[in-house]
């Protein structure tokens, strides 16, 4: 499977903190650390907006890091993605990525 879908069936090269750390583009990271910020409502700064991809080595943002649910679910379980996994159908988790972007199921799936 292409490396840059993530554990949860998102396209990680369609991301904005992936996109700003490959471009070295420093007006994307604010951008996207000022929406990020105010979506999530906690401190984002564009420092924190460097990210090359969930199931790759280097760097991740904050989030992807150490606290996506589903990243740490997917680890310790040894799956490549959420496509590998037996309960991908019923997971409360993947199931909002999924509501949001049914191009992530289909990621997951083919």
Known sequence: MN???AFCGLDC???DAY????????ALREKTAKLWAELNNA????EHINCEGCRV????TVYCQNLCPIR????RKGVETCGQCSEMEQCPKLGAVI???P????NLTT
């Open 43 to 46: 401190p984002i700064l564009p």
């Open 103 to 106: 191009e992530a199921y289909n």
């Open 19 to 26: 996109i700003a750390t490959k471009n070295n583009d420093q």
């Open 13 to 15: 090269g369609k991301c």
């Open 72 to 75: 740490i679910c997917a680890l």
């Open 99 to 101: 509501a949001n972007s």
């Open 57 to 60: 080595d280097g760097m991740k």
């Open 3 to 5: 490396k840059m879908i």
